[in-house]
T-cell receptor
């Protein structure tokens, strides 16, 4: 176990709705990254937060947004859901600053958009 | 451009066979490379990583990988696989934005 938890495990939404996914990192892990993993593909980087500020962003539109809280939890929000947003969403936390340490992954949230 | 490619999407081996999974990368900066494994129903977990130093890196469960700069490669090896090695294996590169850039993964099936 990595000590990183995510909720919910599974979620079904319809197109146009909004969703919030949650992640709880290990204590002291002040960097959190979010990834989207479509079926049969490797994860794609969405964004990273370091000490509650966005530190880097991948090629995802602004309707993907996030927050990181002082208690080492974080959220991924997706507005105006599209069918292509159906995927496994992973969060990963690390102890050091960005890029300096191993990332520990949670089990993921499986989002299905109908 | 920053990218990672894994040559084989599916590999089937018998127990005790030797394993080599290919990984090639494209990146102009300092290279930090990882192999992650995802066992059925489990989280992604780190097998090994290369940050600097000895290009032959040893990881958990008897896995090793060799960083060959001239070939832009970071292949994963294990001399003798077990049924419990059945999993999906991902090679990843730390990009300029401190994000992990992933290959598409290789599904490994070990026949008992």
């Amino acid at each position: 176990e990595t000590g990183v938890t995510q909720s919910p495990t599974h979620l079904i939404k319809t197109r146009g709705q909004q969703v919030t996914l949650r992640c709880s990192s290990q204590s002291g892990h002040n960097t959190v990254s979010w990834y989207q993993q479509a079926l049969g593909q490797g994860p794609q980087f969405i964004f990273q937060y370091y000490r509650e500020e966005e530190n880097g962003r991948g090629n995802f539109p602004p309707r993907f947004s996030g927050l990181q809280f002082p208690n080492y939890s974080s959220e991924l929000n997706v507005n105006a859901l599209e069918l292509d947003d159906s995927a496994l969403y992973l969060c990963a936390s690390s102890l050091g600053g960005p890029g300096t340490d191993t990332q520990y992954f949670g089990p993921g949230t499986r989002l299905t958009v109908l | 451009a920053q990218s990672v490619s894994q040559h084989n999407h599916h590999v089937i081996l018998s127990e005790a066979a030797s394993l080599e999974l290919g990984c090639n990368y494209s990146y102009g900066g300092t290279v930090n490379l990882f192999w992650y494994v995802q066992y059925p129903g489990q989280h992604l977990q780190l097998l090994l990583k290369y940050f600097s130093g000895d290009p032959l890196v040893k990881g958990i469960k008897g896995f090793e990988a060799e960083f060959i700069k001239s070939k832009f490669s970071f292949n994963l090896r294990k001399p003798s696989v077990q049924w419990s090695d059945t999993a999906e294996y991902f090679c990843a590169l730390l990009g300029s934005n401190y994000q992990l850039i992933w290959g598409a993964g290789t599904k490994l099936i070990i026949k008992p």
